[in-house]
Protein backbone atom coordinates (compact mmCIF):
# COMPACT_ATOMS: atom_id res chain seq x y z
CA UNK A 1 0.00 0.00 0.00
CA UNK A 2 1.65 3.05 -1.24
CA UNK A 3 2.42 6.00 1.64
CA UNK A 4 2.72 9.68 1.38
CA UNK A 5 3.71 12.57 3.22
CA UNK A 6 1.18 15.77 2.88
CA UNK A 7 3.43 19.30 3.39
CA UNK A 8 1.69 22.36 3.04
CA UNK A 9 3.70 25.32 2.68
CA UNK A 10 0.42 27.82 3.08
CA UNK A 11 0.91 26.34 6.98
CA UNK A 12 4.59 26.26 7.46
CA UNK A 13 5.76 28.31 10.08
CA UNK A 14 9.49 27.76 9.80
CA UNK A 15 9.90 27.01 13.43
CA UNK A 16 13.04 24.42 12.24
CA UNK A 17 11.00 21.90 15.23
CA UNK A 18 11.11 19.59 12.01
CA UNK A 19 14.86 19.49 11.46
CA UNK A 20 15.40 19.00 15.22
CA UNK A 21 13.00 16.06 15.53
CA UNK A 22 14.56 14.63 12.25
CA UNK A 23 18.37 15.58 13.35
CA UNK A 24 17.32 13.84 16.82
CA UNK A 25 15.49 11.07 16.15
CA UNK A 26 17.39 9.26 13.04
CA UNK A 27 20.48 10.13 15.34
CA UNK A 28 22.51 12.36 12.72
CA UNK A 29 25.98 13.26 12.47
CA UNK A 30 26.84 17.00 13.35
CA UNK A 31 26.33 19.04 10.02
CA UNK A 32 23.86 16.24 8.63
CA UNK A 33 20.58 17.14 7.95
CA UNK A 34 17.97 15.93 5.88
CA UNK A 35 15.35 18.95 6.30
CA UNK A 36 16.58 22.03 5.30
CA UNK A 37 14.34 25.48 6.10
CA UNK A 38 14.96 28.29 3.83
CA UNK A 39 13.56 31.47 3.31
CA UNK A 40 11.47 32.55 0.07
CA UNK A 41 10.61 36.31 -0.66
CA UNK A 42 9.07 37.06 -3.71
CA UNK A 43 7.57 40.34 -5.25
CA UNK A 44 9.13 44.22 -4.60
CA UNK A 45 8.09 46.43 -1.74
CA UNK A 46 5.79 47.15 -1.44
CA UNK A 47 4.16 44.39 -2.69
CA UNK A 48 6.26 41.50 -0.97
CA UNK A 49 5.25 37.49 0.20
CA UNK A 50 7.23 36.14 2.54
CA UNK A 51 7.52 31.99 2.91
CA UNK A 52 9.52 29.36 3.88
CA UNK A 53 10.73 26.18 1.53
CA UNK A 54 10.77 22.51 3.16
CA UNK A 55 13.65 21.25 0.86
CA UNK A 56 13.60 17.73 1.63
CA UNK A 57 13.26 14.31 -0.56
CA UNK A 58 10.26 14.39 -2.26
CA UNK A 59 10.04 10.51 -2.83
CA UNK A 60 9.99 10.03 -6.81
CA UNK A 61 8.43 7.12 -8.36
CA UNK A 62 10.01 7.60 -11.31
CA UNK A 63 13.26 8.17 -9.01
CA UNK A 64 16.49 9.13 -10.77
CA UNK A 65 18.56 7.85 -7.73
CA UNK A 66 16.88 4.43 -7.80
CA UNK A 67 17.28 4.00 -11.57
CA UNK A 68 20.83 4.97 -11.47
CA UNK A 69 21.78 2.98 -8.48
CA UNK A 70 24.09 -0.25 -9.58
CA UNK A 71 24.25 -1.80 -5.98
CA UNK A 72 20.56 -1.39 -4.86
CA UNK A 73 21.66 0.89 -1.79
CA UNK A 74 18.38 3.15 -2.89
CA UNK A 75 15.39 1.03 -3.18
CA UNK A 76 11.22 1.86 -3.31
CA UNK A 77 8.81 0.60 -0.91
CA UNK A 78 5.25 1.58 -0.40
CA UNK A 79 5.63 4.19 -2.56
CA UNK A 80 8.36 5.87 -1.18
CA UNK A 81 12.63 5.87 -1.80
CA UNK A 82 14.61 3.79 0.74
CA UNK A 83 18.05 3.93 1.38
CA UNK A 84 20.00 1.09 2.59
CA UNK A 85 23.73 2.07 3.56
CA UNK A 86 24.89 -0.63 3.91
CA UNK A 87 24.65 -1.91 0.57
CA UNK A 88 25.69 1.54 -0.55
CA UNK A 89 29.47 1.65 -2.69
CA UNK A 90 30.10 5.58 -2.38
CA UNK A 91 29.84 5.80 -6.75
CA UNK A 92 27.87 9.19 -6.00
CA UNK A 93 25.82 8.80 -9.01
CA UNK A 94 22.81 9.68 -7.23
CA UNK A 95 23.84 12.49 -5.96
CA UNK A 96 24.48 13.48 -9.55
CA UNK A 97 20.97 12.20 -10.94
CA UNK A 98 18.46 13.98 -8.00
CA UNK A 99 16.78 16.40 -10.16
CA UNK A 100 15.99 17.88 -6.41
CA UNK A 101 19.68 17.42 -5.69
CA UNK A 102 18.71 15.52 -2.19
CA UNK A 103 21.29 12.77 -1.28
CA UNK A 104 24.47 13.64 0.29
CA UNK A 105 27.66 11.72 0.73
CA UNK A 106 28.41 11.06 4.24
CA UNK A 107 31.23 9.41 5.32
CA UNK A 108 31.46 7.38 1.69
CA UNK A 109 27.81 6.86 1.76
CA UNK A 110 24.76 8.26 0.64
CA UNK A 111 22.35 9.71 2.55
CA UNK A 112 18.98 10.77 2.72
CA UNK A 113 15.67 10.71 4.48
CA UNK A 114 13.87 7.37 4.01
CA UNK A 115 10.57 8.34 5.53
CA UNK A 116 11.43 6.67 9.21
CA UNK A 117 11.32 3.30 7.43
CA UNK A 118 11.76 1.66 11.18
CA UNK A 119 9.87 4.28 13.30
CA UNK A 120 6.42 3.52 11.10
CA UNK A 121 6.90 0.14 10.68
CA UNK A 122 6.29 -0.07 14.34
CA UNK A 123 3.39 1.52 13.95
CA UNK A 124 4.67 5.34 14.77
CA UNK A 125 4.69 8.85 13.13
CA UNK A 126 7.40 10.43 11.28
CA UNK A 127 9.46 12.16 13.20
CA UNK A 128 8.66 15.54 11.53
CA UNK A 129 5.13 14.94 11.30
CA UNK A 130 5.12 14.08 14.61
CA UNK A 131 6.80 17.33 15.84
CA UNK A 132 4.87 19.93 13.48
CA UNK A 133 2.90 22.37 15.47
CA UNK A 134 1.28 23.74 12.72
CA UNK A 135 -0.35 20.69 11.02
CA UNK A 136 1.61 21.51 7.65
CA UNK A 137 3.11 17.72 7.52
CA UNK A 138 1.05 15.04 7.64
CA UNK A 139 1.94 10.92 6.72
CA UNK A 140 -0.85 8.44 5.67
CA UNK A 141 -2.25 6.22 2.22
CA UNK A 142 -1.26 8.25 -0.41
CA UNK A 143 -5.31 8.36 -1.41
CA UNK A 144 -6.59 9.89 1.59
CA UNK A 145 -2.78 12.44 1.72
CA UNK A 146 -3.91 13.57 -1.85
CA UNK A 147 -7.60 14.24 -0.98
CA UNK A 148 -6.31 16.14 1.99
CA UNK A 149 -3.74 18.24 -0.40
CA UNK A 150 -6.82 19.24 -2.50
CA UNK A 151 -9.30 20.40 -0.18
CA UNK A 152 -6.35 22.67 1.44
CA UNK A 153 -5.02 24.05 -1.65
CA UNK A 154 -8.74 25.07 -2.80
CA UNK A 155 -9.28 26.56 0.76
CA UNK A 156 -6.24 28.59 0.17
CA UNK A 157 -6.94 29.67 -3.18
CA UNK A 158 -9.36 32.50 -1.39
CA UNK A 159 -6.10 33.97 -0.17
CA UNK A 160 -3.83 32.76 -3.02
CA UNK A 161 -5.30 32.80 -6.13
CA UNK A 162 -2.27 30.44 -7.64
CA UNK A 163 -2.39 27.82 -4.72
CA UNK A 164 -2.36 23.91 -6.00
CA UNK A 165 -1.00 20.74 -5.59
CA UNK A 166 2.74 19.42 -6.73
CA UNK A 167 3.61 15.89 -7.03
CA UNK A 168 0.44 14.25 -8.16
CA UNK A 169 2.61 13.70 -11.87
CA UNK A 170 5.85 14.85 -11.26
CA UNK A 171 8.52 12.73 -11.73
CA UNK A 172 5.75 9.68 -12.10
CA UNK A 173 4.18 11.24 -8.81
CA UNK A 174 5.68 11.89 -5.59
CA UNK A 175 5.50 10.66 -2.41
CA UNK A 176 5.86 14.27 -1.06
CA UNK A 177 2.82 16.42 -2.07
CA UNK A 178 2.97 19.40 -1.54
CA UNK A 179 0.27 22.16 -1.07
CA UNK A 180 2.08 25.46 -2.87
CA UNK A 181 0.52 29.16 -2.49
CA UNK A 182 2.21 30.16 -5.41
CA UNK A 183 3.30 28.54 -9.17
CA UNK A 184 5.95 25.85 -8.06
CA UNK A 185 8.95 26.96 -10.23
CA UNK A 186 8.54 30.73 -8.36
CA UNK A 187 8.99 28.46 -5.13
CA UNK A 188 12.43 26.50 -6.36
CA UNK A 189 10.65 23.70 -7.57
CA UNK A 190 11.02 21.85 -11.02
CA UNK A 191 7.86 21.83 -13.06
CA UNK A 192 9.61 18.70 -15.20
CA UNK A 193 11.64 17.11 -12.51
CA UNK A 194 13.30 14.75 -15.43
CA UNK A 195 16.21 12.44 -14.99
CA UNK A 196 19.21 14.48 -16.87
CA UNK A 197 20.25 13.16 -20.23
CA UNK A 198 23.36 11.72 -18.70
CA UNK A 199 21.56 9.62 -16.39
CA UNK A 200 19.40 8.46 -19.26
CA UNK A 201 23.00 7.04 -20.46
CA UNK A 202 23.95 5.69 -17.64
CA UNK A 203 20.47 3.85 -16.89
CA UNK A 204 20.60 2.49 -20.49
CA UNK A 205 24.03 1.61 -21.44
CA UNK A 206 26.42 2.05 -18.55
CA UNK A 207 24.56 0.29 -15.75
CA UNK A 208 24.05 -2.33 -17.16
CA UNK A 209 27.74 -2.39 -18.61
CA UNK A 210 29.08 -1.12 -14.76
CA UNK A 211 27.36 -4.40 -13.55
CA UNK A 212 28.51 -6.44 -15.63
CA UNK A 213 31.92 -5.67 -14.77
CA UNK A 214 31.10 -5.88 -11.04
CA UNK A 215 29.78 -9.98 -11.93
CA UNK A 216 33.13 -10.16 -13.76
CA UNK A 217 35.42 -8.88 -11.45
CA UNK A 218 33.98 -11.20 -8.88
CA UNK A 219 33.35 -14.45 -10.86
CA UNK A 220 37.46 -13.05 -11.51
CA UNK A 221 38.48 -13.25 -8.00
CA UNK A 222 35.83 -16.34 -7.18
CA UNK A 223 38.06 -18.42 -9.53
CA UNK A 224 41.21 -17.12 -8.94
CA UNK A 225 40.07 -18.58 -5.40
CA UNK A 226 39.35 -21.67 -6.75
CA UNK A 227 43.03 -21.96 -8.63
CA UNK A 228 44.91 -20.63 -5.82
CA UNK A 229 43.08 -23.48 -3.63
CA UNK A 230 43.88 -26.27 -6.10
CA UNK A 231 47.64 -25.28 -6.22
CA UNK A 232 47.82 -25.49 -2.92
CA UNK A 233 46.16 -28.80 -2.62
CA UNK A 234 48.68 -29.81 -5.30
CA UNK A 235 51.59 -28.35 -4.23
CA UNK A 236 50.71 -29.96 -0.74
CA UNK A 237 50.27 -33.70 -2.54
CA UNK A 238 53.32 -33.15 -4.50
CA UNK A 239 54.79 -32.95 -1.42
CA UNK A 240 53.29 -35.78 0.12
CA UNK A 241 54.46 -37.92 -3.13
CA UNK A 242 58.13 -36.80 -2.55
CA UNK A 243 58.14 -37.30 0.84
CA UNK A 244 56.67 -40.99 -0.01
CA UNK A 245 59.18 -41.35 -2.07
CA UNK A 246 62.47 -40.64 -0.49
CA UNK A 247 60.99 -42.77 2.54
CA UNK A 248 60.49 -45.72 0.09
CA UNK A 249 64.16 -45.45 -1.53
CA UNK A 250 65.80 -45.09 2.49
CA UNK A 251 63.98 -48.70 2.96
CA UNK A 252 65.46 -50.26 -0.18
CA UNK A 253 68.86 -49.22 0.83
CA UNK A 254 68.30 -49.97 4.67
CA UNK A 255 67.45 -53.84 2.78
CA UNK A 256 70.22 -53.71 0.53
CA UNK A 257 72.61 -53.42 3.45
CA UNK A 258 70.81 -56.01 5.02
Known sequence: MSQAFLLDLTQC????????????????APGVDYI???????????????GFDNHRCYHCTDAA?????????????????RVNTDACIGCQYCVQACPFSVPKMVDGVSRKCDGCRDVTRAGGTPWCVETC?????????????????????????EKYPNAQVYGETEAGGLGMLV?????PEVLGLPINPDIPQVTEAWQDFA???????????ALGAGLAAIIARR????????????????ASAAADQDEERS
Open 13 to 28: IGCTGCVVACKTGNEL
Open 36 to 50: EIRNNERGTFPDVVA
Open 65 to 81: CVNVCPSGALFQEEGLT
Open 133 to 157: PSDALRYGERAEIAAEAHRRASIMR
Open 179 to 183: VVPDD
Open 207 to 217: QPIGVGAIGVA
Open 231 to 246: SQLQGGHGQETADTAA
